[in-house]
């Protein structure tokens, strides 16, 4: 699966963003969906999960209530919508695809996207 990542971007505390990640190669519906980030010198975080059909979520406590994930299995992509963004919201995000299974650890993750930045600022 190739997993290509866009819509990350400057934005202000506050301010909403949709990133959207558009698969290939394989079935996509196969395929469990997620978000995870990395800020600079720190590990890479789960962010959001989404589930082959798109019937069951999973968030990080730290973005609840602010950040919804979505699929449409139809045109290959799945996004995270990201509502009231603030400055610690700021990082690389990747999408991630694992076969089947929900997934919440970098090392369930059997395909990773390239990662677009999101700047949050105060």
């Known amino acids: 699966v190739q997993l290509q990542a866009s819509g990350g971007g400057l934005v202000q505390a506050g301010g909403s963003l949709r990133l959207s990640c558009t698969a290939s190669?394989?079935?996509?519906?196969?395929?469990?969906m997620g978000w995870f980030r990395q800020a600079p010198g720190k590990e890479r975080d789960f962010v959001a999960a989404?589930?082959?059909?798109?019937?069951?979520?999973e968030y990080a406590n730290s973005v609840k209530g602010r950040f919804t994930i979505s699929r449409d299995n139809a045109k290959n992509t799945v996004y995270l919508q990201m509502n009231s963004l603030k400055p610690e919201d700021t990082a690389v995000y990747y999408c991630?695809?694992?076969?089947?299974?929900?997934?919440?650890?970098?090392?369930?993750?059997?395909?990773w996207g390239q990662g677009t930045q999101v700047t949050v600022s105060s």
């Open positions: 190669g394989r079935t996509f519906s196969n395929y469990a």
């Open positions: 991630a695809a694992r076969w089947q299974l929900l997934l919440q650890r970098s090392r369930d993750v059997d395909y």
């Open positions: 989404i589930s082959r059909g798109g019937g069951t979520t």
